[in-house]
Structure formats: structure tokens, C-alpha cells
């Protein structure tokens, strides 16, 4: 009969070997892509599930670079909306997280119940209402027409409303006493001790921004102004698709979001936890 030490070392070998396992599937997908993005056409279309080119080829990276003249700018249309996006996130869901937690204004119970009631509502049923706001505004096939409406995200401001729930009030205390503004107080205390928090929220943010398809899809119709889903898009035709280009921009599609993930790793774990309880 096994003691408490041994089950527990039982169960978590069992755990190790289910997450081992659930890596493993994961990753083929992504490994069949990467060997893909080497081979030729003719290749990928036999239906051959080999991992390691017959024929290797970077001819597929040079067609997307230089044969295709939008594919750059595809990508600094990317770039750009998610890093503004994320930035303009982390700002306003910080203040706001953080005047919600800290301020007993009027209307404060609310407001942040009405930011309860918007994450149950799907974007999906927001997205007509959208389109015709921006229409009036003649943002459409703009910049401004995917940065402006994705500028906050609710639920990163409830996870930062809880972050600072759970913040020392004696820090920001002191500060006050040193002649600190609330301004300065947020801005010089609270928002650089928030780092894992922000980390967590910059990841989420961006890789939503960076990966979304049904937004841009809907609001640029000029193929420059695209996004780079919406130019992958472009590589499948209706009765023949390009597979071969498409691995290609897939992985170079997935390389900002992995070094950003890779870079905020530790932070990204530690602001789940932080922010998940008091």
C-alpha cells in the first residue's frame, strides 16, 4: 500500500506525462507548418506527412517578401495597430482599474457593473453597431477605425481593478505625504509596481489585436490597408489556395507574438496569479 509521498509522486507523473503529451499535440501541428513553409507546392499538395522537405526551398519567403510588394506593408499594418492598441490599453484599463478601486466617486458601483454587464455581451453583436458609428465618422478602411474602438478592453479593466484591490494603500500613503499628486501617485507608484499585471494584460492584448480577422475584415476594403490575417487570406482562392505561401506568412505571421510571449514569459505567469486573488 502506498504511503502519502508515493501517491503523490504517482499523481504527479501522471500529470507531467498528460502535459508532456498535450505539448506534443500541440506542437506537431506547428512542426508539419514550419517544415511546410520549406517545400514547394507540389509537395504539400501529395498529401505526404513528412516532416522534413524533400525538396528545400526558401523560395516561398522570397515570393511573399518580394513578389508579393504588400506583404511588408501588410506586416507594418500589423505592427502598428497592435502596438498602439496595446499601449493605449494598458494606459486607459490601468487608470481605470485603478479609479474604480481606489475612488468613491458617485455612479462607481455602476459603472463597474455596467463593465460586469459588457463582458457577458459577445463582440460579435457589437460589431454592426460599430461599423455604422464609424461609418458616420468616415474612419472606415483607416487606422483609426481598428485602433480607436479597441483602445480599452473591459475585461483587462476589471483584472486591473482587482490587481489594485489587492495593492498596499501605505505606498501610496506615503507617497502623498512626500507631496505626490494622485496623478504622480499612479503614474510613479502604483503603474511601476503593476509590471506583472501590465506584462499579463500586454500579451493578451496584443495577441488579440495582432490575431484578429472578423474586425479588419469588415472595416478595410482597400487591399493596402489590410492586416496581415486578411493578407494570408488573400493566398487561398476558391477553387486553388497557395499552401505553400501560406505556411510561409503563417510562420512569419507567428514570430512577433512568440518573441512577445517569450520576452513577457515570467512576467505573463506572475501577473495571472497576482491579479486572479486578493
Known amino acids: 500500500m502506498w504511503d502519502k509521498k508515493g501517491v503523490r509522486v504517482s ?17 506537431i501541428p506547428f512542426l508539419w507548418g514550419l517544415s511546410a513553409s520549406f517545400k514547394t507546392l507540389g509537395e504539400i499538395s501529395s498529401g505526404e506527412p513528412n516532416f522534413i ?11 511573399i517578401f518580394v513578389d508579393e510588394p504588400l506583404f511588408p506593408r501588410w506586416f507594418g499594418n500589423s505592427t502598428l495597430v497592435a502596438v498602439i492598441v496595446m499601449g493605449l490599453n494598458l494606459l486607459f484599463n490601468s487608470m481605470a482599474g485603478y479609479a474604480l478601486a481606489r475612488f468613491n466617486f458617485p455612479g462607481n458601483k455602476l459603472m463597474f457593473f455596467g463593465i460586469l454587464a ?17 461609418n458616420d465618422f468616415g474612419w472606415l478602411n483607416s487606422y483609426q477605425g481598428l485602433i480607436v474602438p479597441g483602445a480599452v478592453n473591459a475585461t483587462f479593466i ?3 481593478r482587482q490587481f489594485f484591490l489587492s495593492f498596499p494603500k501605505d505606498l501610496e500613503e506615503a507617497s502623498e505625504i512626500d507631496g505626490l499628486s494622485r496623478f504622480g501617485t499612479f503614474f510613479r507608484i502604483a503603474l511601476p ?8 494584460q500586454a500579451v ?6 495582432w ?4 474586425r479588419p475584415l469588415v472595416i478595410m476594403s482597400e487591399k493596402a490597408m489590410f492586416t496581415l490575417p486578411l493578407g494570408l487570406n488573400t493566398f487561398k482562392g476558391q477553387y486553388f489556395s497557395f499552401w505553400n505561401l501560406i505556411m510561409a506568412a503563417s510562420m512569419v505571421f507567428t514570430l512577433p507574438a512568440l518573441i512577445l510571449f517569450i520576452f513577457f514569459n515570467r512576467f505573463f505567469v506572475k501577473g495571472i496569479t497576482f491579479t486572479g486573488g486578493k
Open 11 to 27: 499523481l504527479r507523473t501522471v500529470q507531467y506525462a498528460i502535459l508532456i503529451a498535450y505539448a506534443v499535440i500541440t506542437f
Open 53 to 63: 522537405p524533400k525538396t528545400f526551398t526558401l523560395d516561398n519567403y522570397k515570393q
Open 118 to 134: 459588457v463582458l457577458m455581451i459577445p463582440g460579435q453583436l457589437t460589431l454592426i453597431p460599430s461599423y455604422l458609428i464609424l
Open 158 to 160: 476589471f483584472m486591473m
Open 193 to 200: 509596481l503593476a509590471g506583472p499585471a501590465l506584462a499579463a
Open 204 to 209: 493578451f492584448i496584443f495577441m488579440g489585436a
Open 211 to 214: 490575431n484578429d480577422f472578423l
